[in-house]
């Protein structure tokens, strides 16, 4: 038996299978979908276990060098916890853990957002709008006034009328702009991915067809 | 013509009589050279110092290798402490230029040298440098940070205050939230369920976070309705609060009984499987309208159009740039970035949650007043240097490192 | 009470993480590092959870023959496959449980993720109607930027890849500016909500 | 004519389905290859900086990809390489990705071996490290420090091209060839912000439009964006065919399609309201 030719008719197979939901939903979608919940499920499982709960919990708690560390237990408690939600009676337990990941996750996303999609913005905003050329000028304010009305359009507390309407509905005017830009950029990578399929399709697959039927080597 | 011969006259005899200090200025630097080439480099400009920013018990050792002489094989790290002991602690392949030291301990004075080893014996040594280690209680490239998140959260932890009190909050209209109660009450009219996409996000996320508390409002609606809510996760622990959410929001609505657990369920971590899985439910359950709210990368507009085929109401909303333009093109509505925060305190119209609103809009405020003058400032400062400083003060208060 | 004592964890948590952004000081440091592996073992762990609930909603459709149940004994089977090759064989390359991965799997998810080249196409033939000046402009300067990345658009007028690196350099980034500082925001206000208490519904009830 | 227009502009999704299929089959079956001209874009800016490098400088790669997105950067690492190798100028190759560092040995030795480079005189392959944006910074005062041998642990002293090579200030250029994190963006705070390198940088389609950000900042010289960006290098190098400039063939009419479509739509949309108008 042909591993590898196995393999690649194996591919075939379902990505067949997932392109016929363009023409509608029928029973070859409904079992590749299926199959794929399902053993992408079972790869996370084994993954979860191999990459993280292996290395990162298990082998820290018992060092290869020997001993116990001791700190290890209570992510392990912690994580316990979060399973009890099986049993009713001790189901409550599962929101200490919850406290604890949502807690760590606010604090870190907190300041990880105020870094980088804040402060890091705000300062490459800062220029100067002098240049020699007119057009570099006109470009700078067009950004400079993009961002500053696009703010504004998120003024919660403000009605969007007079100044500040005025302000708002060139902010998202400008962002309309930048989606439009962003969506037609973006179908290149997307039909990169079509391309990349049609490739294994017609180039890997179709080639082992005659090999199958006896023609070629 | 005679001035000429007397100056060529002088300049032979300058040229005689400088010629042999000429010769022996040469020979000197020839010896030197060659007694240069014979000594092994030697490490200088050695500087210990305490490791900036760190937790302690660690020293930074910069030097620079001398640029004649023969390469060592190797450099040995030496060090001793006020006890007098002297160790070697680490030996590093030549070309090395800076060593951290992280087997110290804080408050004591280091002494540093390094020495330089060819052919296993010790051929030169440098000078010595001295440092003390210890910790530091703040990052300085953060404090401009600091300063202004503090500042934020005060004017924000104010306004909720006020708001506690009772205080009269206006908030504009956020058309997509608007919708929220039209589209559950037409798939209740239609006898359809309603499907909630929380994102595929885990639960440490905060667009997660702010999904869940939406998720209460339109529990509480469909309960209400009495139409059916379907809540495909890709996340254990997000199927878990969804499930908590969902429960209280039917309890909320004194409709505990229509609560099923079944409906509430996890997929796959996989984010095309989990794709694949709610576009099964999305073509199979038909739902009426359906929610598209959370953090969302390629798998937004998979979703977002196969929601459109099956002739769904769809609200979406994400705070992720990328994915923004996709439901903006496939969406009857769409949350734009902070509208998605904003949702829960719309909903709810709680005052303490309208006060944090008002909060992030000073927030802003403070940000493009800062944009403003650091741009004029800057433009200004281009011609007149005073307020170039302004402009550069600004620009570092942003900073982070 | 029962909501004190995780409401209490989740301030600690949150100022934890907060403080160990500012302070390199022992014990924030140890702490900081610590509850960041943290959460990955509680995450991870809990994806015993989801397993068990993808497992009873299909066991439970088979019994109760609902609804294509037929189709989910496919999803069990599968699930089993990955987890005993995975289990038996480890996922070292070239054994039974990589081979499944690199052949059905990872064929399955790319497929999925070309899926959205047919969406992108359908969605911009409904989408891009010039209804209003300002769908007129989201439409013109998407139609720009289509033009601008492939050879055509230059043949046309060697100005339109000029529009286009315009269009992406400056209206958006003006956008993803615009944004990202909003959204910031949103995430500054709403974690001070959680850390502080004020946002508690995701813990559900008070039972 | 008006009837026909408006039923177009209902077309069924899935008649734009079969044409799309069809404009990347058919272009790929008979190897359709398009011109490709080159405007005044980013991938032109890094071509000129490349190209106005003097002989004999030294420029870092650094390969941030893995084979999940070498449809779009395998072609940039070699076209890049290529044209570094022809200008004379040391490559030393390198990987924040795992995987990244035996790519960047494909493209690197694939490139010299045609073009009678030596490893080790003109070109290394430093391999992969973990850390990230950390690493850079180390980078930047030491690369001998991070890198004490080569990826396959051939010691740094025996290696003569990188004999003059200290910290990244060493550098005249670093192109990173970025899939994510960590990539590009470590590059540009890490290296161009603090050391003051020029950088330059290969990234696929879908980060591009957030890194124009940097572009437009200065923070970077120039950009290759997508299949078009590594298509855009072949050309100028030269290749004549290359991976990329075939892509582009499928890209090109699928993106006819397209625009054509958005067309129809509209044309039906205004005959449409015409008549809707005229009620």
């Known amino acids: 038996m042909n591993w590898e030719i196995l393999g690649i008719w194996l591919g075939a197979l379902v990505t067949f299978c997932l392109y016929s939901f363009l023409y509608r939903d029928n029973p070859f979608y409904k079992f590749a979908e299926h199959l794929f919940v399902g053993m992408s499920a079972g790869y996370w499982v084994i993954y979860n276990i191999e990459n993280v709960l292996i290395p990162n919990w298990w082998q820290k708690m018992f060092p290869a060098e020997g001993g116990f560390s001791w700190i290890w237990v209570i992510p392990g408690i912690f994580a316990l916890f979060m399973i009890a939600r099986i049993v009713p009676k001790i189901a409550s337990f599962s929101r200490l853990s919850l406290g604890m990941i949502i807690g760590a996750g606010a604090g870190l996303n907190m300041v990880s957002f105020f870094q980088t999609n804040a402060l890091a913005q705000v300062k490459g905003t800062i220029f100067s709008l002098a240049s020699d050329s007119v057009w570099s000028v006109f470009s700078s304010l067009v950004l400079v006034i993009g961002v500053v009305s696009g703010l504004v359009y998120f003024f919660f507390s403000k009605a969007h009328t007079g100044v500040v309407g005025k302000t708002a509905n060139v902010g998202i005017t400008i962002l309309m702009v930048a989606f439009g830009a962003s969506f037609g950029y973006t179908i290149m990578a997307r039909l990169s991915l079509l391309i990349g399929r049609c490739q294994f399709l017609l180039e890997d697959w179709l080639p082992t067809i005659p090999r199958l039927l006896g023609f070629g080597g | 013509m005679n001035n000429l011969s007397t100056f060529l006259i002088f300049l032979l005899l300058f040229a005689a009589g400088t010629a042999p200090a000429d010769n022996a200025d040469q020979s000197e630097s020839v010896v030197t050279e060659a007694a240069e080439e014979f000594r092994v480099q030697e490490a200088v400009d050695l500087e210990a110092s305490d490791t900036e920013e760190d937790a302690g018990g660690s020293v930074s050792l910069t030097w620079h290798m001398e640029i004649a002489g023969i390469i060592p094989d190797s450099l040995g790290i030496m060090r001793s402490d006020p006890s007098g002991g002297e160790e070697l602690i680490a030996t590093l392949p030549e070309g090395f230029v800076m060593y951290n030291d992280e087997s110290v301990d804080n408050g004591i004075e280091y002494s540093y040298w390094i020495v330089s080893y060819l052919g296993g014996t010790v051929e030169a040594c440098s000078d010595r440098a001295v440092a003390v280690p210890s910790a530091q209680w703040i990052y300085k490239g953060r404090i401009g940070m600091l300063i202004i998140l503090f500042l934020m959260a005060a004017v924000i932890i104010y306004y909720i205050e006020s708001g506690k009190k009772g205080k009269e909050l206006f908030i504009r209209e956020i058309a997509g939230l608007e919708a929220v109660d039209d589209a559950v009450g037409r798939a209740t009219e239609m006898g359809k369920p309603v499907l909630y996409v929380p994102g595929i996000a885990d639960m440490d996320d905060i667009q997660t976070i702010a999904s869940m508390v939406i998720l209460g409002r339109v529990a509480r609606k469909t309960a209400e309705y009495g139409s059916s809510l379907l809540v495909p996760t890709s996340r254990s622990v997000v199927m878990s609060v969804a499930q908590e959410v969902v429960k209280e929001g039917y309890i909320q609505a004194g409709r505990p009984d229509a609560y099923n657990k079944e409906n509430i369920q996890y997929l796959t971590d996989d984010q095309f499987g989990y794709a694949a899985g709610v576009d099964g439910i999305m073509v199979r359950e038909k739902p009426a309208a359906i929610f598209l709210l959370g953090t969302f990368y390629a798998e937004s507009l998979i979703l977002a159009e196969t929601g459109r085929s099956v002739g769904a109401i769809q609200i979406a909303g994400t705070a992720m740039p990328s994915q923004i333009p996709f439901f903006v093109a496939a969406c009857d509505y769409t949350l734009i970035g902070e509208e998605l925060f904003a949702a829960s305190a719309y909903l709810s119209r709680e005052p303490k949650l309208l006060g944090s609103l008002k909060g992030q809009d000073a927030a802003k405020l403070f940000f493009i007043i800062l944009i403003i003058v650091g741009v004029v400032s800057a433009t200004i400062g281009d011609y007149w240097s005073p307020l170039k400083s302004v402009a550069e003060f600004l620009r570092k208060l942003v900073t982070v490192n | ?207 | 004519m008006a009837g026909i227009i408006e039923k177009l502009g209902n077309t069924d999704r899935r008649i734009i389905f079969v044409l799309i299929a069809l404009s990347v089959i058919i272009p790929i079956s008979f190897n359709l290859i398009l011109p490709n001209p080159v405007g005044a874009e980013p991938s032109r800016d890094l071509f000129d900086y490349v190209d106005a490098l003097p002989e004999g400088s030294n420029v870092l790669v650094s390969f941030d990809y893995d084979p999940s997105t070498m449809p779009e950067l395998q072609p940039m690492a070699e076209a890049v390489v290529l044209h570094l190798f022809k200008k004379n100028v040391n490559i030393v190759g390198m990987a924040l990705w795992p995987q990244g560092a035996s790519l960047g040995q494909d493209a690197m030795s694939g490139m010299a071996d045609s073009l009678g480079k030596v490893q080790f005189e003109d070109w290394v392959n430093l391999g992969y490290k973990t850390g990230g944006g950390v690493m850079i910074v180390r980078l930047g005062s030491s690369v001998s420090a991070v890198f004490p041998t080569d990826k396959d642990n051939v010691p740094w002293a025996e290696i003569p091209m990188l004999r003059n090579i200290t910290g990244l200030e060493s550098f005249s250029l670093i192109i990173s060839l970025s899939a994510g994190d960590p990539g590009i963006i470590q590059w540009v705070m890490m290296a161009g912000d603090r050391f003051g390198v020029p950088i330059g940088c290969g990234c696929t389609a879908v980060s591009a439009p957030t890194l124009y950000t940097y572009l437009q900042t200065g923070q970077m010289v120039g950009m290759l964006g997508g299949l078009k960006g590594a298509a855009d290098y072949e050309t100028l190098v030269g290749i004549k065919g290359g991976q990329a400039i075939r892509g582009m063939a499928p890209q090109s009419v699928a993106h006819i399609v397209i625009m054509l479509f958005i067309i129809i739509g509209n044309v039906a949309y205004f005959s449409q309201r015409k008549k809707g108008g005229a009620k």
């Open chain 3, 1 to 207: 009470m029962r909501l004190i004592i995780p409401l209490a964890i989740t301030f600690t948590a949150g100022m934890i993480m907060i403080l160990n952004f500012f302070i390199p000081h022992q014990p924030f440091r140890l702490l900081g590092d610590n509850l960041q592996e943290w959460f990955m073992i509680v995450a991870s762990g809990a994806i015993f959870l989801g397993a068990m609930n993808l497992m009873h909603v299909h066991s439970r459709k088979i019994k109760l023959k609902l609804k294509n149940w037929k189709y989910s004994p496919v999803t069990i089977i599968g699930f089993l496959l990955m987890l005993v090759t995975g289990l038996i064989y480890g996922v070292t390359e070239h054994r039974p449980f990589d081979y499944l991965f690199m052949n059905v799997v990872a064929p399955m998810g790319a497929t999925m993720f070309s899926l959205l080249a047919f969406f992108v196409a359908s969605a911009a033939f409904r989408a891009f109607r010039a209804s209003n000046w300002r769908a007129t402009l989201l439409l013109t300067s998407a139609f720009l930027v289509m033009l601008g990345q492939v050879p055509i658009g230059a043949m046309i007028w060697d100005k339109i890849p000029l529009a286009k690196v315009w269009l992406m350099s400056i209206p958006n980034t003006a956008g993803q500016r615009a944004v990202m500082i909003g959204a910031a925001m949103g995430v500054v206000s709403t974690s001070l909500r959680i850390i502080f208490g004020i946002e508690r519904s995701y813990l559900g009830g008070t039972d």
